[in-house]
Every structure is written in structure tokens, then in C-alpha cells.
């Protein structure tokens, strides 16, 4: 089963820092349709609507934020002086204005006729018949306004009757809908009330209205505390600050011609609103279908009567989401263009759900198997079914608990003067120090982090780039290899490498040529040996004998075909394969990727997805871990063979390797098989599907994993995972992924893809990063917990050069963009 748990925070949010939803824009008056202080306030010509939790159970609050233009807030600081603590009160006061959400406030919507969207609720400490009103800006979709309004009514709902909203039916929140109120007042009517005022207050009100509509520099009410009445709002003239342009959902293309329904179920149909973050009603009966349309591939196909909503086949990129708690199906649709949009599927009840489930789960599996669902074996399927299954951890904390370590975590600081960036050793200031794309058709591809000396090596077509690790964690150019070629003096760009020999070496590997590795004497820089692993056996993956073998001067390493397991040791005459711990397979396995523990217990994945555990080379495999369907791209285990961390494209896939009960009971399944009814209990690392929509939206990609790692350690435990899709970092925290948390990992994102990743040595605060034509080591205070801001980026250059200690670059979010000689092929 894909399952999620409390889904609902998809909708309220689940930090009480965080609001639940949003619009982004729009104006609030102050309406006294009866009082003599005057008819309209403008409190806040630009400001944001916001519901958010408060730090205690069922009560939430209606923010409306002042938003400033670029240097507005610099000025009024300037102008009034924060230095003092009570002016810095007011000064918070004047730019926020909080309402408990009650029903006492009598909140409601109206559309009007000029297309206008407004959101009124009671000044509970004005005059009778005074109203705020939030006047949303023309560029905020209906459908937004309306997810606000609905979750509104939530809150009031939860807390009216302190208990969760899905408790409610909609005659109960129908109580809060006040349509018995009048209509809301024009905030600005072009025709005002008359009210007695004299000429002085008449001529100060006017001035001051010029003053808001030009400036903006100052509240909008007079020192002599005349308010002033903002300009009819079909008049105004100013800058609207458009969000980023989101098509709507495409055409429906044709329906393919179905073999086979696999499942059809009624439910309602939810669209991921990007400006207001939360998932709205689109249509309360849809039909849900999942079909074989031959081939091996199957298609989901979602309509009502009056309309065709979607249609797209089901493979492992719509990243599909179960939770049964809130009787939910959440996916992602993308497009040719790059587009993705995330959707939701809510059904009457449990039994629907889980019919639903079985025909889509189905269709999944044997798109991505080539494999009746019918023929795999119950114990197999039921593994499948667990490794999408949100864990109830004993130990979860509550949600405050998790809240706060997230804080501590983000508020750290960073005592390394900036960790983000790589060091500058040239001090000649030509304009050619700000080149950082080089001419040569090349961009940095591999990293191999060193383990025994404090150094990073990458790969850069034919050449490698040495980096030194400084004290203060930054990168130092140490070197660059300019030319890597056989012993016979051919030219080759290493498709492979790994380092070897207490970092002394590097084994390489040609892509032309799998049967042969080569070994590099970083000292001289200089290939100086050709192995021959097999006549027919090539190597298509090598790994070190165990984890902190490159430490020692092991000379054996491990490595493996599509169909075999071996050992290599270059002390042997002619070829290096060592016959005798041999391991081949007459089937096709396809392996992939291989990771070794402290002990040298060996884990072998391949690209049928699927993992086989062994103690020793040479025999079978002491346990054989079922596949989920993705091709296996990556594999890590960590130093006391407990994880093992496999990465698929779209997820990745961590296993307790660890026997709980049986006569197998404090084993490792590397050490003694699993019975056949308690095969290891795996949990899928995945983005959850709004953030999984909102990189692909930025991005224009899917989801594409880099090779995940753990942190590696000599002493204590493994305690976090780095992975990169395109342009961002993903940091997983280890603590949270055990605990169940929703979405526990952190990013950052680059201007460019990343290319390699991997941390540093001993720590897991500082991450080495390769991108197209730059090197950095980034401090993990620079990720941040994944919201729209961070999501969306905020790349600002600044105008001059950073100097000190040696550096010269341009800066960008906290990183600095690479001068010419710190591109690793430059001509050193």
C-alpha cells in the first residue's frame, strides 16, 4: 500500500509557525459604515492573508500581513528608529494585525460583479456594524479564495466542539456560513456616506491620501489621527506583484481503448493550488478508473458526467499516496512540457479506498515488472504492500517535540564564516576571474570523497580536480590532474573511480573498455597500472573489501557483472579475479550497484530492483530481498550492516536489516536468513507529492535521484542521508525517518543541477557538492526545511567581489559562484 499519514497537514499545515494557506495579495480596509471616525481605512495597501496554528490544541488565527516593496521597511526604519524596544513592539504591530479565528468574527466571502473578491469579518472591538475587509488582488484564483474560506470554517469548527474537522459533515460547517448578514460594504465606494467633518480634518484626509497612493512611506493615518479613505479601488493605479504564472491543467488527451478494468470507484476530486499551498474541491463525483491497455502498460482515467478532469498512465512517476485516514489517494500528473500538477481523490469510505488501492497497486507493479500481480507470492507481496506503508513508530514524538529539534536545527549557526563556498587562490583581479563556464565542452561528473587524508577528487572529462578540506570546512585547490591516459599514453574520460590504498591511489575505469581497471599514483598524478579483470567477465561496479577499506592498504576490492559477484586482487599474475570466491548466476540478475559493511558483509542490488544479502563471497546469499518494481541506481549500508539504503529514481528505500523475533532474533540478514514470514519491514523515502509538484514546477523535470549515502563515521551511528535531484540537496534526517515524520529532510537548491554528492568524511554537517563548472562544500545550516520560498530559490549577485582570506567571486544566497581558476579545468 502507498500510505500516508495525517494528510490533513497537506491542508492545516504541521508546524504552528508555518501557515496552513495563504493569499498572497491583496489590500485591508477598515469599514465603519455607521461611525463618525470615517467610512474606509486603508490599514495595508499590500499585504497577505494568512490562517495559521497556535501553540495550543484547535485554535488558530487569521493574520493579515503588511508586505513591503524592496527598501520600504529599510526607510521606516531609518525614519522612526527600531533601536527602542517598545517602538520595535508598535513597529510589529503595525505590521501584522491577528484575529482568533471564532465564530464571533462572522467571517464570509463575496464575489461581486467586477470580478472583486473580498473576505469581511467583525472588528470585535470597534463600533457596531465596523468590518475588516481583505480585498483580494484580481491575480488570486477563485478557487483559492474559496479553499481559504473552507478551511476557515474548520477552525471555527474545531473550536466550537474541540475535535478534529473530520468529525464534521458539511450541514455543520454550513453554521458558519452567516448568509443571513447584509451584503459587505464597498470598502472604497465612489459615493461615501456624508458625514459631518470639518474643512481641516476634509483637507489633511485628502493630503494624506496623496501621500499613501505615491509613497507609501508612512501608516495611513495622520498625526493629528484623521484616518484617510483610500482611492475607489477601480481607480487605483499601482504595481501589482504578479505570482509566477501556473497553466492551468492541460487537455485531456484521448482515452486509449481499455483491455481490462482493474478497479472504478466513485469519489470527489481535489486540485494542489500553488498560491494558496492547500488542495481544492474541483468536483464533488468523479469516476476513478485504472485499465490494462496492453503492453504492459495501464492507464488512470478520472471523469465526471459533464467532464473529462484527467488522463495518464499509471508508472512510478506519479508518485501515488495512500491514507486511509483520511480516506485519500494523492498523485502527480506531468506533462510533455515539464509541467506537473498534483492531485487529490477522496472516497466515501474505507472498503472503496481499498479497491481502489488493489487495481492501481496492481497496475503499478506489473508496468514496472512485466509480471502478473497474481503470479507473485503472498510473503512477497505483502513486503511490497509494507515498504509503502507509513510506520507507527512507539517512540513518535509529539508534534511540538519535532517542531522544536526542527528549530534548533534551522537556527544553528554557521561559525565558518560562510561554509557554502569554495576557496579563491589566485589574487590577480582580472575580469577573467568571473568566467565560470568553461570553453572545453566538459562539466564536473564524478566525486570520490577521500577517507584517510582530507581531500575530494573530481572528475572533469579527462582530468581531476584535487580539493583540499580546510580547517574552517571550506574547499582549497590542491592540484589538478590534466591529463588521465593508459599506460600506453591513450586518452580516457573515467566513467568510474574509487579511492584506494589510504587514498594513495584511485581506481579508474575506462567506459570503452569493462573488462580493465586502472590505477592511478595520485602522488605523481599519473596512471601507472592496466588490470585485466576478465577474459569474459567484465566489471561493470567495484567497491572496497569492507567500509574503511581505502583506510588500510587492502589491496583486494570487490566488484560485479549483470550476473556475477568476485573478488579482484591485482597481486595476481594475468587476470585479477580470484576464481575460487567467485559467485555467478545463470539467470540474468542485472546487478547494479554493490556497498560493503565494516565487517565486509556484501549487499548486491540490481535493475529488477531487488537486493541480495551475503556474509562472505563465493556462496548464496543469505537473504534475498524482494523488489518494488524501480531499477535499484544506487547502494549504501552502513558500517554495522543494520541499513541498507538503496536508491530507486522517484524514491529511496531504506531497510532494517536487523532480525526481530524468531530463533534469528539480534541477527543481521546478512548473517542468517530471514524466515519466510518476516522478511525486513523497509520504509520509502520519497518526496511528499505537493513538494514532488513544486520542484518539477520549477525545474520543468521529474524527480531523478542521485546515488543516496549515508553519513560515514568511524564511531557511532549512521545519522543522516544525501541525495540530489536536479538543482536541489535532500538531507534526510534519520531520527525523523524512524519516528514517521511526513516530510523529514531538508534542502537547498543550486542554480544548476548537481552532478555528485557526497558528505564529508567523520561529519555529517558539512556536504561535498559538484555542480556543472563549481565544487563546494555546503554546512548543513544552509538546507532549510522545504517551502515555496526555499523551493522557488532566491538567487541575488552581488555587484562587487567578496574579499578575505584569499577569495574573489560573486555571491549568490549564500555560495559563491567560481572564479576561473577555481573550475577544475583550468590550465593550473
Same mark, same amino acid.
Given at each position: 500500500?502507498?500510505?500516508?499519514?495525517?494528510?490533513?497537514?497537506?491542508?492545516?499545515?504541521?508546524?504552528?509557525?508555518?501557515?496552513?494557506? +495563504?493569499?498572497?495579495?491583496?489590500?485591508?480596509?477598515?469599514?465603519?459604515?455607521?461611525?463618525?471616525?470615517?467610512?474606509?481605512?486603508?490599514?495595508?495597501?499590500?499585504?497577505?492573508?494568512?490562517?495559521?496554528?497556535?501553540?495550543?490544541?484547535?485554535?488558530?488565527?487569521?493574520?493579515?500581513?503588511?508586505?513591503?516593496?524592496?527598501?520600504?521597511?529599510?526607510?521606516?526604519?531609518?525614519?522612526?528608529?527600531?533601536?527602542?524596544?517598545?517602538?520595535?513592539?508598535?513597529?510589529?504591530?503595525?505590521?501584522?494585525? =491577528?484575529?482568533?479565528?471564532?465564530?464571533?468574527?462572522?467571517?464570509?466571502?463575496?464575489?461581486?460583479? /467586477?470580478?472583486?473578491?473580498?473576505?469581511?469579518?467583525?472588528?470585535?472591538? @470597534?463600533? &457596531?456594524?465596523?468590518?475588516?475587509?481583505?480585498?483580494?488582488?484580481?491575480?488570486?484564483? !477563485?478557487? /483559492?479564495?474559496?479553499?481559504?474560506?473552507?478551511?476557515?470554517?474548520?477552525?471555527?469548527?474545531? *473550536?466550537?466542539?474541540?475535535?478534529?474537522?473530520?468529525?464534521?459533515?458539511?450541514?455543520?460547517?454550513?453554521?458558519?456560513?452567516?448568509?443571513?448578514?447584509?451584503?459587505?460594504?464597498?470598502?472604497?465606494?465612489?459615493?461615501?456616506?456624508?458625514?459631518?467633518?470639518?474643512?481641516?480634518?476634509?483637507?489633511?484626509?485628502?493630503?494624506?491620501?496623496?501621500?499613501?497612493?505615491?509613497?507609501?512611506?508612512?501608516?495611513?493615518?495622520?498625526?493629528?489621527? %484623521?484616518?484617510?479613505?483610500? #482611492?475607489?479601488?477601480?481607480?487605483?493605479?499601482?504595481?501589482?506583484?504578479?505570482?509566477?504564472?501556473?497553466?492551468?491543467?492541460?487537455?485531456?488527451?484521448?482515452?486509449?481503448?481499455?483491455?481490462?478494468?482493474?478497479?472504478?470507484?466513485?469519489?470527489?476530486?481535489?486540485?494542489?493550488?500553488?498560491?494558496?499551498?492547500?488542495? %481544492?474541491?474541483?468536483?464533488? !463525483?468523479?469516476?476513478?478508473?485504472?485499465?490494462?491497455?496492453?503492453?504492459?502498460?495501464?492507464?488512470?482515467?478520472?471523469?465526471?458526467?459533464?467532464? #473529462?478532469?484527467?488522463?495518464?498512465? %499509471?508508472?512510478?512517476?506519479?508518485?501515488?499516496?495512500?491514507?486511509?485516514?483520511?480516506? !485519500?489517494?494523492?498523485?502527480?500528473?506531468?506533462?510533455?512540457?515539464? !509541467?506537473?500538477?498534483?492531485?487529490?481523490?477522496?472516497?466515501?469510505?474505507?472498503?472503496?479506498?481499498?479497491?481502489?488501492?488493489?487495481?492501481?497497486?496492481?497496475?503499478?507493479?506489473?508496468?514496472?515488472?512485466?509480471?502478473?500481480?497474481?503470479?507473485?507470492?503472498?510473503?512477497?507481496?505483502?513486503?511490497?504492500?509494507?515498504?509503502?506503508?507509513?510506520?507507527?513508530?512507539?517512540?513518535?514524538?509529539?508534534?511540538? #517535540?519535532?517542531?522544536?529539534?526542527? #528549530?534548533?536545527?534551522?537556527?544553528?549557526?554557521?561559525?565558518?564564516?560562510?561554509?557554502?563556498?569554495?576557496?579563491? $587562490?589566485? /589574487?590577480?583581479?582580472?575580469?577573467?576571474?568571473?568566467?565560470?563556464?568553461?570553453?572545453?565542452?566538459?562539466?564536473?561528473?564524478?566525486?570520490?570523497?577521500? $577517507?584517510?587524508?582530507?581531500?575530494?577528487?573530481?572528475?572533469?572529462?579527462?582530468?581531476?580536480?584535487?580539493?583540499?578540506?580546510?580547517?574552517?570546512?571550506?574547499?582549497?585547490?590542491?592540484?589538478?590532474?590534466?591529463?588521465? +591516459?593508459?599506460?600506453? @599514453?591513450?586518452?580516457?574520460?573515467?566513467?568510474?573511480?574509487?579511492?584506494?590504498?589510504?587514498?594513495?591511489?584511485?581506481?579508474?575505469?575506462?567506459?570503452?573498455?569493462?573488462?580493465?581497471?586502472?590505477?592511478?599514483?595520485?602522488?605523481?598524478?599519473?596512471?601507472?597500472?592496466?588490470?585485466?579483470?576478465?577474459?569474459?567477465?567484465?566489471?561493470?561496479?567495484?567497491?572496497?573489501?569492507?567500509?574503511?577499506?581505502?583506510? =588500510?592498504? +587492502?589491496?583486494?576490492?570487490?566488484?560485479?557483472?549483470?550476473?556475477?559477484?568476485?573478488?579482484?586482487?591485482?597481486?595476481?599474475?594475468?587476470?585479477?579475479?580470484?576464481?575460487?570466491?567467485?559467485?555467478?548466476?545463470?539467470?540474468?540478475?542485472?546487478?547494479?550497484? %554493490?556497498?560493503?559493511?565494516?565487517?565486509?558483509?556484501?549487499?548486491?542490488?540490481?535493475?529488477?530492483?531487488?537486493?541480495?544479502?551475503?556474509?562472505?563471497?563465493?556462496?548464496?546469499?543469505?537473504?534475498?530481498?524482494?523488489?518494488?518494481?524501480?531499477?535499484?541506481?544506487?547502494?549504501?549500508?552502513?558500517?554495522? @550492516? *543494520?541499513?541498507?539504503?538503496? &536508491?530507486?529514481?522517484?524514491?529511496?528505500?531504506?531497510?532494517?536489516?536487523?532480525?526481530?523475533?524468531?530463533?534469528?532474533?539480534?541477527?543481521?540478514?546478512?548473517?542468517?536468513?530471514?524466515?519466510?514470514?518476516?522478511?525486513?519491514?523497509?520504509?520509502?523515502?520519497?518526496?511528499?507529492?505537493?513538494?514532488?509538484?513544486?520542484?518539477?514546477?520549477?525545474?520543468?523535470?521529474?524527480? /531523478?535521484?542521485?546515488?543516496? *549515502?549515508?553519513?560515514?563515521?568511524?564511531?557511532?551511528?549512521?545519522?543522516?542521508?544525501?541525495?540530489?535531484?536536479?538543482?536541489?540537496?535532500?538531507?534526510?534526517?534519520?531520527?525523523?525517518?524512524?519516528?514517521?515524520?511526513?516530510?523529514?529532510?531538508?534542502?537547498?537548491?543550486?542554480?544548476?543541477?548537481?552532478?555528485?554528492?557526497?558528505?564529508?568524511?567523520?561529519?555529517?554537517?558539512?556536504?561535498?557538492?559538484?555542480?556543472?563548472?563549481?565544487?563546494?562544500?555546503?554546512?548543513?545550516?544552509?538546507?532549510?526545511?522545504?517551502?515555496?520560498?526555499?523551493?522557488?530559490?532566491?538567487?541575488?549577485?552581488?555587484? &562587487?567581489?567578496?574579499?578575505?582570506? @584569499?577569495?574573489?567571486? &560573486?555571491?549568490?544566497?549564500?555560495?559563491?559562484?567560481?572564479?576561473?581558476?577555481?573550475?577544475?579545468?583550468?590550465?593550473?
Amino acid at each position: 500500500m502507498f500510505v500516508l499519514k495525517n494528510v490533513g497537514k497537506l491542508l492545516f499545515g504541521s508546524n504552528s509557525q508555518e501557515s496552513m494557506i +495563504e493569499l498572497p495579495q491583496g489590500q485591508l480596509y477598515l469599514v465603519r459604515p455607521l461611525s463618525p471616525k470615517g467610512y474606509s481605512e486603508l490599514i495595508f495597501k499590500d499585504a497577505t492573508a494568512r490562517i495559521r496554528r497556535t501553540g495550543q490544541d484547535f485554535q488558530y488565527q487569521l493574520v493579515i500581513q503588511r508586505v513591503y516593496e524592496e527598501g520600504e521597511a529599510e526607510l521606516l526604519a531609518d525614519e522612526e528608529g527600531d533601536d527602542d524596544a517598545e517602538i520595535a513592539a508598535l513597529a510589529a504591530e503595525r505590521d501584522e494585525k =491577528t484575529f482568533l479565528l471564532d465564530e464571533a468574527l462572522h467571517l464570509r466571502v463575496e464575489s461581486r460583479v /467586477s470580478s472583486e473578491k473580498v473576505i469581511a469579518w467583525r472588528d470585535l472591538s @470597534g463600533d &457596531t456594524g465596523d468590518l475588516y475587509e481583505f480585498i483580494c488582488d484580481p491575480a488570486i484564483p !477563485s478557487a /483559492s479564495v474559496e479553499a481559504f474560506e473552507r478551511i476557515a470554517k474548520q477552525c471555527q469548527y474545531e *473550536r466550537k466542539y474541540r475535535k478534529p474537522h473530520s468529525t464534521a459533515s458539511e450541514a455543520d460547517l454550513q453554521q458558519f456560513d452567516f448568509d443571513h448578514e447584509q451584503p459587505i460594504p464597498q470598502a472604497s465606494p465612489i459615493h461615501s456616506p456624508t458625514l459631518a467633518r470639518s474643512i481641516d480634518s476634509s483637507d489633511a484626509m485628502f493630503q494624506l491620501r496623496s501621500e499613501a497612493n505615491t509613497s507609501n512611506k508612512r501608516d495611513s493615518s495622520s498625526d493629528d489621527g %484623521v484616518p484617510a479613505v483610500a #482611492e475607489p479601488a477601480v481607480h487605483q493605479e499601482r504595481e501589482v506583484k504578479q505570482p509566477k504564472e501556473r497553466a492551468a491543467p492541460p487537455k485531456v488527451p484521448e482515452q486509449p481503448e481499455p483491455l481490462e478494468i482493474l478497479s472504478m470507484e466513485l469519489g470527489e476530486l481535489h486540485f494542489f493550488d500553488f498560491p494558496s499551498g492547500a488542495f %481544492v474541491l474541483q468536483d464533488s !463525483s468523479v469516476t476513478a478508473q485504472v485499465s490494462d491497455i496492453g503492453g504492459w502498460n495501464y492507464w488512470l482515467h478520472i471523469a465526471s458526467k459533464d467532464r #473529462e478532469w484527467l488522463g495518464i498512465p %499509471v508508472v512510478a512517476d506519479i508518485n501515488p499516496v495512500f491514507n486511509f485516514e483520511f480516506l !485519500s489517494f494523492i498523485f502527480n500528473q506531468f506533462t510533455e512540457d515539464g !509541467s506537473a500538477y498534483s492531485w487529490l481523490l477522496r472516497f466515501k469510505d474505507q472498503a472503496t479506498l481499498e479497491r481502489f488501492q488493489e487495481g492501481l497497486m496492481r497496475a503499478l507493479w506489473e508496468q514496472l515488472n512485466e509480471v502478473k500481480w497474481t503470479k507473485v507470492k503472498d510473503q512477497e507481496k505483502q513486503y511490497v504492500l509494507d515498504a509503502f506503508e507509513d510506520l507507527k513508530m512507539d517512540d513518535a514524538p509529539a508534534e511540538g #517535540e519535532e517542531e522544536e529539534e526542527e #528549530e534548533e536545527e534551522e537556527t544553528e549557526e554557521d561559525t565558518s564564516d560562510d561554509r557554502a563556498q569554495s576557496e579563491h $587562490y589566485d /589574487s590577480d583581479e582580472e575580469q577573467d576571474d568571473f568566467e565560470t563556464q568553461p570553453k572545453d565542452g566538459n562539466t564536473n561528473s564524478g566525486l570520490a570523497v577521500g $577517507y584517510k587524508h582530507d581531500r575530494s577528487f573530481v572528475i572533469r572529462g579527462s582530468k581531476i580536480g584535487v580539493f583540499k578540506h580546510t580547517p574552517n570546512n571550506n574547499l582549497e585547490f590542491s592540484t589538478n590532474i590534466s591529463k588521465v +591516459e593508459t599506460p600506453k @599514453g591513450e586518452l580516457f574520460s573515467p566513467k568510474k573511480v574509487m579511492l584506494h590504498n589510504e587514498d594513495r591511489n584511485m581506481i579508474l575505469q575506462n567506459e570503452t573498455d569493462p573488462n580493465k581497471l586502472y590505477r592511478m599514483d595520485l602522488e605523481y598524478g599519473k596512471v601507472v597500472d592496466e588490470w585485466k579483470v576478465h577474459d569474459d567477465i567484465p566489471i561493470n561496479h567495484f567497491a572496497p573489501e569492507n567500509k574503511f577499506a581505502q583506510m =588500510t592498504h +587492502e589491496p583486494t576490492f570487490l566488484g560485479i557483472s549483470r550476473n556475477a559477484l568476485y573478488r579482484v586482487d591485482p597481486r595476481l599474475s594475468g587476470n585479477k579475479l580470484v576464481d575460487s570466491q567467485l559467485k555467478q548466476y545463470t539467470s540474468k540478475n542485472d546487478f547494479s550497484a %554493490v556497498s560493503t559493511t565494516e565487517k565486509g558483509y556484501i549487499a548486491v542490488a540490481s535493475n529488477k530492483g531487488d537486493v541480495r544479502l551475503f556474509d562472505r563471497l563465493g556462496i548464496n546469499a543469505k537473504t534475498h530481498i524482494p523488489a518494488l518494481g524501480e531499477p535499484i541506481i544506487g547502494l549504501d549500508v552502513s558500517a554495522d @550492516g *543494520r541499513w541498507v539504503l538503496a &536508491t530507486c529514481r522517484t524514491y529511496l528505500l531504506l531497510i532494517d536489516a536487523m532480525q526481530k523475533s524468531g530463533k534469528n532474533e539480534g541477527k543481521l540478514g546478512f548473517e542468517k536468513a530471514f524466515s519466510a514470514d518476516s522478511k525486513p519491514q523497509p520504509r520509502r523515502l520519497a518526496l511528499t507529492p505537493e513538494h514532488v509538484a513544486q520542484f518539477s514546477y520549477e525545474t520543468g523535470k521529474p524527480v /531523478s535521484f542521485t546515488p543516496a *549515502r549515508f553519513n560515514t563515521v568511524q564511531s557511532g551511528e549512521e545519522t543522516s542521508i544525501i541525495t540530489a535531484t536536479g538543482p536541489y540537496i535532500v538531507d534526510w534526517n534519520m531520527k525523523k525517518v524512524l519516528r514517521g515524520a511526513k516530510a523529514p529532510y531538508i534542502i537547498k537548491r543550486y542554480t544548476e543541477d548537481v552532478k555528485a554528492d557526497d558528505f564529508k568524511f567523520g561529519t555529517d554537517q558539512n556536504v561535498i557538492v559538484a555542480l556543472p563548472n563549481e565544487v563546494n562544500m555546503v554546512g548543513k545550516q544552509a538546507l532549510k526545511r522545504p517551502t515555496r520560498q526555499s523551493i522557488a530559490g532566491n538567487f541575488q549577485r552581488l555587484s &562587487t567581489p567578496q574579499r578575505g582570506s @584569499g577569495r574573489i567571486g &560573486t555571491r549568490e544566497s549564500g555560495r559563491y559562484k567560481l572564479g576561473r581558476d577555481e573550475v577544475v579545468d583550468s590550465p593550473y
